[in-house]
């Protein structure tokens, strides 16, 4: 267990240097350079070129990306090309705010869909099935900039109960929450009712029924119990999905954190902060999938003798 | 006479498939969801229709000072935006960059992951783990971000935009053709295209690639609906396509300063967003069941 953990980190570290690489050369191929975003009416070619020469803009692309690389390896993500701030400062001080607020929701998006999924799947077929699937569809295709502007109307112009924008109290993370929220209770919704739906066919819940087990354990112990891994799955997609993209909607909150830091390096050129946003941004997107990983050993027997037998039993992904 | 044998063969397989289509037809028709969602997706492919014939880009553009932010009314049915432009005229002429988007991003998608997919699957050993470990790395990049570098490099218009949305949807294909590629390869009739002296590639793409389109094709049709939220986001962000073109992203993010006495220039092209989406996912949905007849019971 641990050592598959271990081998799933350090895999993770080529992964990174061609994520690294990548970034850096499309940062590179794009027109325009941050010396452009700098330059002024009353600046000479000599201070255009000692400023294209202070960001190595002289030398080639290859020669900047080993530069980079060589600190990244030591740990140093640089600083900012514009600010001068590290990015790791600048990084660690919004992550918070992405993190809490992308956690928030998810469970406000789980402990709504769990038991919209259950139900569905329960009375399946039925009116109420219908209509929690065609909700979960349309929560789906709901932009959620769109949910998040419209709930900013009523709520916070209109009805002036919950402010627009970050204010660092819980009433901030009213709004965003349930915007992000709404496309994860969709989701996970569906999921949850087509795989109960899907475990309910088993004979094992014949078996428990017909030894006398009470449908109500049924439902939490054989039925849940046993359609959770695909739930999960999703769950963690989802964490990972809104780790990631949170920039749509941190834009329309002004909410100070990662992706709206990312929204800002990528349009003003600023290629250490884009890269090492997305080195981090990445690197916590592995982590959920591998806690993912290693929660469904918790969760499964089956899947956590696969991992004591050791390496040569391993079902490949 | 070997070319009789396979003009009769080709025939027959020809007719086999028209029958095949029908009956998934059939299937689909009696999807209330599905019906839908076709319903909707055709109304918005008129909508596009007609505003290419009709509405030119300078009546959507052009500056009518004395009627901003009309409310809706009997003339102006979405009302006007600050620059005095009538809402309806500008969402119509709008579809046709999320339909592009929501067909040619996903085609571009499905284009590449087949390709690269089905060669993986096929050929198993380090051409499968050399495409695999890209998809990985792929995919642990975020869409949202791979999409702003992408439109930063290319530059904001339509064919970027679809481009953008399309490379984030590559790794996801790719999987999803390996796998299903997978599961057909050891089939009796690869063996004997095999036997019949097929190259590999074109055993590939004659007998590997038709046989196990179906999940792609359900893939497909639900990516659209992925594909039109994400491009609007993008424009949204100003990764995309920006005003004075009216992308229905780009329209909801115009109307952010104009909130508090203009909110109907969210509403609506927020609404077309979503409609468009989910008739995508419906149809999907359809299709799914259609094509998988198994699945229903």
Redesign the interface.
Known sequence: MLRYSAMRLLLFIPIIICVTFIIFALMDLAPGTIVDTMITEEMTEEDIEFLRSKYDLDKPMIVRYGKYLGNLLRGDLGSSQITGLTVWSQFSERWPNTMWLSLFSLMFGVALAIPAGILAAKYAGTIWDNITTAIAMLGLSMPNFWLGLMLLTVFSLKLKIFPAAYDGTWRSFVLPVVANGFAMIASITRQTRSSILDVSRQDYLRTARAKGVPERQVTTRHKLGNAWIPIITQIGMMLGVTLGGSAVIETVYSWPGVGYLMVEAISRRDTTMACGCVILTATAYSLVLLLVDLVYAAIDPRIRSAYARGKKRRVKA | MSSKVKTQSMISSQYQRENQLLAVWKRLRTNP?AVVGLIILCALILIMVYSVLFISYEEITVINSKNRFAPPSAEYPFGTDEMGRDLMKRIFYGSRYSLAVAFGSVFIGMVVGIFFGSIAGFFGGWVDNLIMRIA??MS??????LG???V??L?ANLINLLIAVGVASIAGFIRMARASVLTVKSNEYVESARAIGMSELRIIFTQVVPNSLSPLIVTATARM?TSV?SA??LS????GITAPKPEW?AL?SG??AF??YA?HL??F??LF??????AC??LG?GLRDALDPKLKK
């Open positions: 969801g990985d790395i642990s990049i975020p869409g949202t971000l702003m570098v992408i930063t490099i530059g609906a939220l609007a986001g949204f962000l100003g990764f992203g909801i109307s952010r909130l508090n909110p969210c509403y092209p927020g967003i979503m409609l468009m989406a989910f996912a419906l949905d």
